[in-house]
């Protein structure tokens, strides 16, 4: 078929296309085949026709044979006659001689119609036939054959075969229609379904059914398939169009939401989209902003040389590549004002790598900066005074030793503690003693204005000046002007008025020290010293200074007591607290540590127990005293003594440290009431707060305090009604010789006077002669303490009790604990 | 007699140029069919016009009654008959100018060889048929034998004696009046058998007789001629022919005749007991 014949049928149905199909073969068969049929059969109908027409004339010369042999011309006339009539004869003619008799038949209107007679073209044949009998001729017959009959036959059948095809092509239409539509009825199905999925309506699939051809069926099926997938598919790119959607809104409401300001460009680096953020930090309205070249609208500088910087995003689109801009970037704000900004500029790719455009990404950095600022600053700061802290303080020693070594510079280190502090910080609360340390700091930094020097506050009341590229004489000339104005110094608070002691220590950086450690060390050491003088002094460290040596032998010490330790080379010792009143029957001790040296020895506690104490031992000392008490007691039940543990002023402080004793004392079958804990008077003042709180905690359990020492520091009498102690125990140096020194049986009656009427018992301390003995039995004293009466004795543990292993072999500390 | 034939010829010349002359019609009794007796006779008559000049021209009637009408009415100048030698008919003035060379004819009654009629009077009140109630052979002699036998038949005319016959084999009649030679012609053509139950003296055949006014020289020559005809090659294969058509065993010439040879037929019809139609 042509293209025209195809494009004909542009919008005809297949089922009618099939049908003009068979319509149109079935005209053409009917066609060929009339042509084939008809052609032969019209040859054989003129055959037929002329054998016809001889047949009727042999028969009509032997019919009138006779008639012609008796010459019965009038019989001749009749047969012809009879001859033409009702037959297919036209015409029938007999001719002897001068005798022509000729005969035709009437004219009969034919009932097919002209032209099929023109196309058929069939000539009626005339035919002769001569009659002879016995060589002698009677006459000549002749007949025209009429071929209406025939083209008449030949028209019927033409006529009954067009009927037949007409009826057959009806036929086939209707079978075919009927065929069609059963065969293709899937295929309109599959026609509406896609339509169906042409409206989006998803949900539409094909009925199987039996008596459709299997291509149809498996078409359906197919579609069904498809129709299942493709659903599928829509369901989950729904889905992922509404995860889409949703991370879109998600993605816009944070982008405007963020603190980020975000500026998406496009290829040229034009404003395409600008959060709220960013519109916030450019100072821009949305109108402003958007078409504009962000180096226009956003513009960018340097903040700290305020020169023009290019826009990052420019550079991105430049370099295709990603650009952070650097920390010291401000936008320069059309009022002005400039908001510090940390960025980061990206191009944005299509799939290919091309550049689409680009986005900016900015914080807002100036709160950050200045937080860093302040951050660095308080790295370096002590933020109550503003002065160098301690970090900063190391950091220039080592700069300065590092100078000392490699430059020959000369270096000066001062170390400076308050020696009234802790009373004002007691006595005044936190804030007094922040203000009498931001007084202080004022006054250090006034004195020690030279840019070179630096000074620091190292702890709570400790101070450090680093004097650079300065002698020693010239230091000691400006601590001594710090000092003498400390001295003059008053701190008044809250009405009440502070005089302030200070002590230094100074010592030259020297190319021998190894670390800022040993600078420190000689600083601490010396300024240890100074307070020791009684306050207000200036000691310079000196290798060959006794006192500063015996300082650095106690440092020593550690190292002797970690050893120890390691090698249980402690024990505990015991001596009696005798009891002047005949009401107490118990006896009392008090107990005692005591350390042998590695040759046995017993080494005495004035040289081991400041050292503890000052470089923290004395805690770990404690806990140890307190877990081998409690073991004797628990496994000596013979023995029903009251016993008194001495508690360091670090033990006080340790919020722990009560658990420890409920968590051992639980551990144990040991009457708490037969327990007493010797706090002395320097170190409860210290930690009152912490003290009150442990005396409270244990006095519940039934265990007894007693406040050592008292009377030997700044007590104050106000202390006692805080503290819940029992026993107070009179420092021996009023004790001693207080058989001839009237003072002190003044204060020691003073102090049991005051103990008494605050319902505590009294203990004197070192009692070692009998007058003084005498003394104290006058005064009432309840218990009395002292070689005297009783030399310390080591605890009779037992061979069954041994020492506990200390946990860790490095320090008592970590033993104890 | 050769020479005087000549002679006779040539004196008949002029006659003889006139082709383009009347032809003598010439009349056969219907023994046979109409295309039987015209393939026989018009070969025969062919002959003779070309040998003898003298045109003659078969004429026939329907039946062998209407040729003899015709004979009678003068519409034939000759014929091949003997129909004409009835007292009546005989006054016509037709005479016998030769005859067919054959042995002769009877009149039978025959009937087919399985009937039980055995006898003539066994015919008695029976059907036979008859060609036509004018035949000599046919009709005459058996009516004679059977009227003189007493048998009163019931006669059923078939037009010519092969038809009789036929009416005789389908069975529709119970005997037969036939001529002998024509009966033994048909049973040996169509192979069947047949009885005789009487069977007549022997009369010659058929005469050919002139009318009275065909000349006496040309009747001569006419005879003449037919006469010749077994005479010569041509004449003899004509004839042979001709017989063949009508299943004859051998072909029969003509020979001389005149009335006397004919003069039985007149006795015939003077003492016969068989009405006579004329």
Same mark, same amino acid.
């Given at each position: 078929m042509s293209d025209a014949g195809l494009r004909s049928m542009v919008g005809i149905s297949l089922s009618k296309r099939i049908q003009a199909t068979v319509f149109a073969l079935t005209l053409s068969s009917y066609l060929i085949g009339l042509v084939l049929i008809g052609l032969p059969l019209r040859e054989m109908t003129v055959r037929s026709l002329y054998g016809e027409a001889e047949r009727e004339v042999s028969a009509l010369a032997a019919a009138l044979? #006779?008639?012609?042999?008796?010459?019965?011309?009038?019989?001749i006339e009749q047969t012809l006659l009879q001859r033409v009539t009702g037959s297919n004869i036209q015409r029938a003619s007999f001719k002897m001689g001068s005798v022509l008799l000729d005969k035709r038949a009437p004219q009969q209107k034919s009932r097919y119609p002209d032209w099929f007679a023109r196309v058929i073209a069939i000539a009626s044949p005339e035919v002769r036939a001569?009659?002879?009998?016995?060589?002698v001729n009677y006459g000549t017959v002749s007949l025209v054959q009429g071929a209406q009959s025939a083209i008449q036959n030949l028209w019927t059948l033409v006529v009954k075969f067009t009927v037949l095809i007409v009826f057959g092509m009806v036929l086939v239409s209707c079978l075919l229609r009927r065929v069609l539509k059963a065969n293709l009825g899937g295929l309109y199905d599959l026609q509406r379904a896609a339509n169906a999925f042409e409206g989006a309506n998803f949900t539409v699939r094909l009925p199987l059914t039996e008596n459709s051809p299997p291509e149809i069926q498996q078409t359906k099926l197919a579609f069904n398939h498809m129709a299942d997938k493709l659903g599928n598919l829509l369901t989950t790119l729904e889905r992922k169009q509404e995860d889409l959607y949703n991370e879109k809104e998600r993605l816009r409401v944070t982008i405007e939401s963020i603190g980020d300001a975000v500026v998406v460009t496009d290829a040229q680096g034009c404003i395409e989209f600008i959060n709220p953020r960013a519109l916030e930090l450019a100072g821009l309205e949305l109108d402003e902003a958007l078409g504009r070249q962000v180096a226009d609208a956003i513009p960018m500088v340097n903040e700290d040389s305020g020169a023009a910087v290019t826009s990052p995003i420019e550079l991105a689109l430049r370099r295709n590549t990603v650009i952070a801009i650097d920390n010291h970037t401000a936008i320069a704000r059309a009022d002005g004002s400039r908001v510090s900004i940390r960025d980061t500029a990206a191009p944005i790719r299509s799939p290919t790598g091309q550049v689409q455009g680009g986005v900016l990404v900015f914080q807002d950095e100036t709160e950050r900066r200045k937080l860093m600022q302040r951050l660095a600053w308080q790295a370096e700061r002590d933020h109550l005074t503003g002065l160098c802290n301690r970090r900063e303080m190391e950091n220039l020693m080592t700069t300065a030793l590092r100078a000392v070594h490699d430059q020959a510079r000369?270096?000066?280190?001062?170390? $400076?503690?308050?020696?009234?502090?802790k009373l004002v910080n007691d006595t005044c609360g936190h804030r007094g003693g922040d203000a009498l340390l931001q007084r202080l700091a004022a006054i250090l930094t006034d004195r020690v204005s030279a840019p070179q020097h630096h000074l620091a506050r190292l702890g709570g009341d400790e101070f450090g000046i680093l004097f650079s590229d300065t002698s020693l004489s010239d230091a000691i000339t400006v601590v001594q002007g710090i000092r003498d104005e400390i001295v003059r110094f008053r701190f008044e608070w809250e009405s009440q008025i502070f005089r302030?002691?200070?002590?230094?220590?100074?010592?030259?950086?020297?190319?021998? $020290?190894?670390?800022?450690?040993?600078?420190?060390?000689?600083? #601490?050491?010396?300024?240890?010293?100074?307070?020791?003088?009684?306050?207000?002094?200036i000691q310079v460290y000196e290798h060959t200074h006794p006192a500063l040596r015996k300082i650095t032998d106690e440092m020593q010490w550690v190292v002797v007591i970690t050893r120890a330790f390691e090698e249980r080379r402690f024990v505990l010792y015991r001596q009696k607290v005798v009891s002047l009143n005949p009401a107490i029957s118990t006896q009392h001790y008090e107990v005692l540590l005591r350390m042998r040296s590695?040759?046995?020895?017993?080494?005495?506690?004035?040289?081991?127990?400041?050292?503890?104490?000052?470089?923290?031992?004395?805690?770990?000392?404690?806990r140890w005293v307190i877990r081998n008490l409690l073991a004797y007691l628990d496994t000596h039940p013979h023995d029903t003594a009251c016993y008194a543990?001495?508690?360091?002023?670090?033990?006080?402080? #340790?919020?722990?440290?009560?658990?420890?004793?409920?968590?051992?004392?639980?551990?144990h079958n040991v009457d708490p009431t037969r327990l007493c804990f010797e706090i002395t008077e320097t170190a409860a003042i210290n930690n009152l707060?912490?003290?009150?709180?442990?005396?409270?905690?244990?006095?519940?359990?039934?265990?007894?305090?007693?406040?050592?020492?008292?009377?030997?520091?700044?007590?104050?009498?106000?202390?006692?009604q805080r503290l819940p102690v029992k026993y107070l125990k009179i420092d021996g140096e009023f004790v001693r010789g207080i058989d001839h020194k009237p003072e002190n049986f003044a204060i020691t009656k003073a102090i049991h006077t005051l103990a008494h009427e605050l319902d505590k018992l009294t203990i004197a301390e070192q009692v070692e002669t009998e007058t003084e003995l005498a003394c104290i039995k006058r005064l009432g004293v309840d218990f009395v303490q002292g070689y005297l009466l009783h030399a310390p004795e080591p605890i009779p543990m037992g061979d069954g009790i041994a020492y506990p292993e200390p946990r860790s072999a490095r320090s008592p500390q970590a033993a104890a604990n | 007699m050769r020479i005087l034939w000549c002679a006779l010829i040539l004196s008949l010349g002029p006659a003889c140029h006139a082709a383009e002359r009347k032809p003598y019609a010439f009349g056969v009794l219907n023994q046979r069919s109409l295309q039987l007796t015209a393939t026989y006779w018009n070969p025969i008559l062919s002959y003779v016009s070309t040998r003898s000049g003298i045109p003659l021209e078969l004429h026939i009637g329907r039946t062998a009654n209407e040729t003899t009408d015709k004979a009678i009415a003068g519409q034939l100048d000759l014929a091949f008959t003997n129909h004409l030698f009835t007292p009546k008919r005989a006054r016509l003035g037709w005479r016998v100018i030769a005859r067919q060379d054959s042995k002769g004819i009877r009149g039978q009654v025959v009937v087919l060889n399985d009937s039980s009629i055995k006898t003539l009077r066994e015919l008695n009140g029976r059907p036979v048929a008859f060609a036509n109630p004018y035949g000599f052979a046919g009709y005459y002699l058996p009516m004679e034998a059977l009227m003189r036998a007493g048998a009163k038949v019931v006669p059923l005319f078939s037009g010519n004696q092969e038809a009789a016959m036929g009416q005789l084999l389908s069975g529709q009649v119970a005997a037969a009046g036939v001529n002998n030679q024509i009966m033994a012609d048909f049973a040996r053509r169509e192979n069947i058998t047949y009885r005789v139950l009487s069977e007549s003296a022997p009369y010659f055949d058929l005469a050919i007789m002139a009318s009275p006014h065909v000349s006496q020289a040309e009747g001569k020559l006419i005879a003449h001629t037919f006469i010749n005809i077994a005479r010569e090659p041509a004449g003899q294969r004509i004839l042979q022919q001709a017989a063949q058509r009508l299943g004859w065993d051998q072909w029969r010439g003509f020979a001389p005749a005149s009335n006397r040879d004919y003069a039985n037929y007149q006795q015939f019809f003077k003492r016969t007991l068989v009405p006579i139609n004329e």
């Open positions: 044979q #006779d008639h012609a042999l008796l010459r019965d011309y009038p019989a001569d009659i002879h009998l016995g060589g000369k270096f000066i280190f001062c170390y $400076m503690d308050l020696d009234q502090f302030l002691g200070v002590s230094f220590g100074v010592t030259e950086i020297q190319t021998t $020290m190894r670390d800022i450690g040993e600078i420190l060390s000689q600083a #601490d050491t010396a300024c240890y010293h100074a307070k020791s003088q009684g306050g207000n002094a590695e040759d046995g020895e017993t080494v005495a506690p004035g040289e081991l127990l400041p050292a503890a104490e000052r470089y923290g031992l004395a805690p770990s000392f404690d543990i001495n508690l360091s002023g670090r033990s006080l402080s #340790d919020p722990a440290f009560t658990d420890f004793i409920l968590d051992t004392l639980n551990q707060a912490e003290c009150e709180r442990l005396i409270l905690s244990l006095k519940s359990r039934g265990i007894y305090f007693a406040l050592d020492d008292f009377g030997k520091g700044q007590s104050s009498f106000g202390y006692l | -």
